[in-house]
């Protein structure tokens, strides 16, 4: 069964640091791995998906890596904003077509 | 319509009654999908539709869960005698098709359901 990790639990950044969140997954056998926000009494904003042929993605301040041999994932958010404030969610999708999550990484920017 | 949409967005219900949540996925997209968010759980997948069919019901808890697709559209899933461990928010999400590994889901904002 694929288990999938998120560490640290909770972050919190002053206003401009740069953000790096990590995902580890066990089984390295995955189509893709999606990378979500979700914000406090809402559902999930699809941010990245990679695909498992794929080292990285890339959308305005947002990176996120991944290697699939070592069963690693991380986004990294750049020059970060309290509008950035959030619980971030990974999600693997193994040789189907259901996503298995992490429990997510709550961030919190301080101005 | 623009994204996936959920309805209710709130419920509270009593303990033994049935409830019926309703999922609108994203106009063309033929894979649907239910999971459950609760405390101390984080997400959990439910069901998947592709078309009409559910070729995998193997999330449903339990016998009380059920879930229809009809249209290839919309999706209902039933709880049928509430318990209060149904308490959670029940999100739903579409993508082009299951199968492929461009499948990219889009969730909806979720039904947060109450059982007192």
Redesign the interface.
């Known amino acids: 069964k694929q288990e999938v990790t998120q560490i640290p639990a909770a972050l919190s950044v002053p206003e401009g640091e740069n953000l790096v969140l990590n995902c580890s997954f066990t089984d390295s056998a995955i189509?893709?791995l999606?990378w979500?926000r979700q914000d406090p009494?809402?559902?999930?904003?699809?941010l990245l998906?990679i695909?498992?042929s794929q080292r990285e993605q890339t959308s305005g301040r947002l990176n996120a890596s991944l290697d699939k041999s070592s069963g690693r994932s991380t986004l990294y958010i750049a020059a970060s904003q309290p509008g950035d404030s959030a619980t971030y969610?990974c999600?693997v999708?193994p040789d189907?077509?259901?996503?298995?999550?992490?429990?997510?990484t709550t961030v919190t920017v301080r101005a | 319509g623009a994204g996936v949409s959920q309805s209710p967005s709130n419920k509270v219900t009593e303990k033994g009654k049935d409830v019926e949540l309703r999922c609108d996925p994203i106009s063309g997209h033929t894979a649907l999908y239910w999971y459950r968010q609760s405390l101390g759980q984080g997400l959990e997948f439910l069901i998947y539709f592709q078309g009409n069919s559910a070729p995998d019901k193997s999330g449903l808890p339990s016998d009380r869960f059920s879930a229809e697709r009809t249209g290839g559209s919309v999706s209902t899933l039933t709880i049928q005698r509430t318990q209060q461990e149904d308490s959670a928010v029940y999100l739903c999400a579409s993508s082009r098709q299951g199968l492929s590994s461009y499948n990219e889901q889009f969730f909806g904002p979720g039904t947060r359901l109450t059982v007192l």
């Open positions: 189509y893709n999606q979500f009494g809402k559902g999930l904003t699809s998906l695909q498992s969610l999600a999708r189907d077509y259901k996503l298995s999550f992490g429990a997510g």
